[in-house]
């Protein structure tokens, strides 16, 4: 039986205090940018667990050891037509959960061949328009004010 994705993933934008945003070329499409991504690898996994593990797999990046906030935003959409394959007969729709990983600009960033050709550091207006995903250049474009909100509630977000 084929091991099919399952249809809830995690989209983790990884930026610096300085509001410049990481983005990756997907190898699978080149000229597709995009931030982290990547769903549950078991229906019982948790997000943070995921969003940890994406960020690991496809930037070298050691996500525990920075700033990883659930924005506690999510979205639902329709899977490209390009990628449905990977998900079970019918299965059309998808639910991602956005995240915020807040790193030093000097952080390492090693990329996973299979999974990106290359990566850049945008402000994060620039990388909102890069974007070919409608709801990652959405969370991109919410940054300023999300990580406004985080400073004035910090209380809440710890």
């Known amino acids: 039986m084929p091991e099919y994705k399952i249809p809830e993933s995690v989209l983790v934008v990884i930026y610096t205090p300085a509001l410049d945003?990481?983005?990756?070329?997907?190898?699978?499409?080149?000229?597709?940018?995009?931030?982290?991504?990547?769903?549950?690898?078991?229906?019982?996994?948790?997000?943070?667990?995921?969003?940890?593990?994406?960020?690991?797999?496809?930037?070298?990046?050691?996500?525990?050891?920075?700033?990883?906030?659930?924005?506690?935003?999510?979205?639902?959409?329709?899977?490209?037509p390009v990628w449905r394959h990977r998900y079970a007969p019918g299965v059309t729709r998808n639910t991602e959960h956005v995240f915020g990983l807040c790193v030093s600009p000097d952080v390492a960033v090693r990329l996973a061949p299979r999974e990106h050709l290359q990566y850049q550091w945008l402000p994060w207006r620039e990388a909102a328009d890069r974007c070919f995903s409608a709801s990652n250049a959405e969370a991109i474009l919410q940054l300023p004010e999300l990580i406004e909100w985080m400073r004035t509630h910090a209380d809440l977000t710890s």
Do not use: C
């Open 21 to 80: 945003v990481l983005l990756l070329e997907r190898a699978d499409k080149a000229g597709f940018w995009q931030s982290v991504t990547g769903s549950k690898d078991t229906p019982d996994e948790a997000l943070m667990a995921t969003a940890i593990r994406e960020v690991a797999e496809e930037t070298g990046i050691d996500a525990t050891q920075h700033t990883l906030r659930d924005w506690h935003l999510s979205n639902v959409y329709d899977i490209y």
